[in-house]
């Protein structure tokens, strides 16, 4: 049986001690193969010089950030699936980095060791996806399925999304309640605590709002995204049912 090739992973941290505990937790699983650097400038020596399937970028590195290093990405037309370290407080930064293009983040502070190497196969394995649907030489049978699951993914995708919207909707209305109930009650110390404490967690909201809308934004799919340009070219149609079927390729953003 052929051995499964392993996940090349560019891991960009400046914080030493983190940066061994993210590479020896996804060596340990012996499904990917991790280059290390230990700041922005070394990461894009490493992009410039050689091909790797995921990137996992601090935010906040000397020289070249990881904003930076995905803006770079994004100017180069590059694919490849990003993952922004973010550190505590700074919401916004993963809001920017997914507008940019990155698949996903991760607070530091919210890191765990099991879970990690699940969220950077997994933002691998959404990002061969999104590939092979691009892909137009397959059969009209494989075409039809895999329509079909497509579709079924969109609504999937947009049902949760709705029941995340409704959930956000109440914890807003809850926090607007918790802190009408509480500040009264509460010393000028504890009132600046409590404020301090409802702007975190409207930042985390506003950031799942964000990530939510994104999700509710997948296209529906049609049969016509299939056609590719060339063939319309040559043949000198278009298909009567959508003008717009064929898009000019831009860089994805989420």
């Given at each position: 049986m052929e051995e499964q090739r392993k996940i090349r992973v560019l891991v960009a941290e400046d914080?030493?001690?983190?940066?061994?505990?993210?590479?020896?937790?996804?060596?340990a699983t012996n499904r990917f193969e991790v280059f290390a650097c230990e700041s922005g400038n070394e990461a894009l020596q490493a992009l410039k010089g050689s091909s790797f399937d995921v990137?996992?970028?601090?935010?906040q590195m000397p020289g070249m950030t990881g904003l930076n290093l995905l803006q770079w990405l994004h100017e180069q037309k590059s694919n490849m699936p990003v993952i922004m370290l973010t550190g505590a407080g700074s919401e916004n930064i993963a809001v920017e980095a997914m507008k940019l293009g990155a698949y996903d983040y991760l607070s530091k502070e919210h890191f765990d060791r099991e879970h990690f190497p699940i969220l950077v196969n997994?933002?691998?394995?959404?990002?061969?996806f999104r590939k092979e649907k691009e892909n137009p030489g397959i059969s009209p049978h494989e075409r039809e399925r895999y329509l079909a699951f497509l579709e079924l993914l969109r609504n999937s995708m947009t049902s949760f999304s709705e029941i995340v919207q409704m959930?956000?909707?109440?914890?807003?209305?809850?926090?607007?309640?918790s802190k009408r109930t509480l500040r009264p009650l509460l010393p000028p110390s504890g009132k600046e605590d409590l404020e301090k404490f409802i702007?975190?967690?409207?930042?985390?909201?506003?950031t799942l709002?964000?990530?939510?809308k994104s999700m509710m934004g997948v296209p529906k799919v049609s049969d016509e995204s299939y056609v590719r340009k060339e063939d319309i070219q040559q043949s000198g149609k278009v298909p009567a049912s959508n003008t717009q079927a064929v898009p000019e390729k831009v860089p994805h953003s989420r």
């Open positions: 914080e030493e001690s983190f940066l061994v505990v993210l590479t020896t937790v996804l060596e990137a996992i970028l601090d935010h997994s933002v691998y394995e959404r990002y061969l959930t956000l909707a109440k914890m807003s209305f809850v926090t607007d309640q702007r975190t967690v409207r930042e985390e909201l506003e709002a964000y990530a939510s």
